[in-house]
């Protein structure tokens, strides 16, 4: 909210976030699936994918403001994650998340609610440089974001880990609502 208000400071600013753009050159003939997925993603300096990534990698981390990242930095979930996977609406699956937020105060009904507020925090994480890298493949590069909310039926909050796709230009897109605590 602070940097929101004060956006056309943001960039006079020191001890702002360094941020990198992981960008594949093509050259030669070798076109590394996963290098390929990273290109156009956006990372934080202190919390990038090791570049190179393997040898002969032509990939450079080409360094974006601080004001780009935090003026376009998006994310994106399904609202099926929520409805019917995490809340298991149709019975199908055999996670038993949808017990966990039971005892947290929530159902089904809280689905939207809990789609946007998972979106928030997670924004608000990535561009703060607050993830850790997960699992990368031909797929893309994966990170974890921790969330927390309160408990509805109780005092205080709780807290667990949701895990993202990041995708180019600063999308990051949700694989998992609930991916542990
Ligand atoms: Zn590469």
Same mark, same amino acid.
């Given at each position: 909210?602070?940097?929101?208000?004060?956006?056309?400071?943001?960039?006079?600013?020191?001890?702002? #976030?360094?941020?990198?753009?992981?960008?594949?050159?093509?050259?030669?003939?070798?076109?590394?699936?996963?290098?390929?997925?990273?290109?156009?993603? +956006? %990372?934080?300096?202190?919390? @990038?994918?090791?570049?190179?990534?393997?040898?002969?990698?032509?990939?450079?981390?080409?360094?974006?403001?601080?004001?780009?990242?935090?003026?376009?930095?998006?994310?994106?979930?399904?609202?099926? =994650? %929520?409805?019917?996977?995490?809340?298991?609406?149709?019975?199908?699956?055999?996670?038993? =998340?949808?017990?966990?937020?039971?005892? +947290?105060?929530?159902?089904?009904?809280?689905?939207?609610?809990? $789609?946007?507020?998972?979106?928030?925090? @997670?924004?608000?994480?990535?561009?703060?440089?607050?993830?850790?890298?997960?699992?990368?493949?031909?797929?893309? $590069?994966?990170?974890?974001?921790?969330?927390?909310? #309160?408990? =509805?039926?109780?005092?205080?909050?709780?807290?667990?880990?949701?895990? +993202?796709?990041? =995708?180019?230009?600063?999308?990051?897109?949700?694989?998992? #609502?609930?991916?542990?605590?």
């Amino acid at each position: 909210m602070y940097y929101k208000r004060c956006f056309g400071t943001i960039q006079k600013g020191a001890g702002l #976030p360094s941020w990198v753009k992981w960008t594949h050159h093509s050259e030669g003939e070798t076109h590394c699936e996963e290098c390929l997925m990273l290109d156009g993603c +956006w %990372f934080s300096k202190r919390n @990038a994918p090791p570049c190179p990534h393997h040898p002969y990698c032509h990939c450079t981390l080409d360094p974006i403001p601080y004001a780009v990242v935090f003026g376009n930095a998006s994310v994106y979930s399904d609202y099926g =994650k %929520f409805d019917p996977y995490l809340f298991n609406t149709t019975g199908l699956q055999t996670h038993n =998340k949808e017990k966990l937020f039971k005892e +947290w105060g929530y159902t089904v009904d809280d689905a939207r609610w809990l $789609q946007a507020e998972i979106e928030r925090q @997670a924004r608000e994480r990535y561009v703060s440089g607050q993830y850790e890298l997960g699992k990368l493949n031909m797929f893309g $590069q994966r990170i974890n974001i921790r969330v927390t909310i #309160p408990k =509805k039926d109780g005092f205080g909050d709780v807290s667990f880990v949701t895990g +993202w796709m990041v =995708k180019p230009n600063g999308q990051i897109k949700l694989n998992t #609502p609930y991916g542990g605590k």
